[in-house]
């Protein structure tokens, strides 16, 4: 889950949006191979991290989405 990567506890709410760079750091603990990163449902801000390089650079990441409107990315 990459909410376990936060610096700090959140919500996950508008108010008290999940760090996108718990989503880095949680693709970086991944084995060099890849793997799937899920994400919690929730809001996220993810103006504090570069996810695309993150992505770019681990092409054999997925992210899983949780939650009613769960998406693959």
């Known amino acids: 889950m990459a ?3 936060a610096s700090s506890p959140h919500m996950g709410t508008i108010r008290d949006p999940w760090p996108a760079s718990a989503i880095g750091t949680a ?3 991944l084995p060099v191979a890849g793997g799937k990163v899920m994400v919690d ?3 996220w ?3 504090d991290a570069d996810l695309e390089w993150d992505l770019k650079n681990n092409p054999g990441v997925t992210l899983q989405g949780q939650g009613f409107h769960a ?3």
């Open 3 to 5: 909410s376990a990567y």
């Open 27 to 29: 693709i970086k603990a």
């Open 41 to 43: 449902a929730g809001c």
């Open 45 to 47: 801000d993810l103006g």
């Open 71 to 73: 998406s693959r990315i």
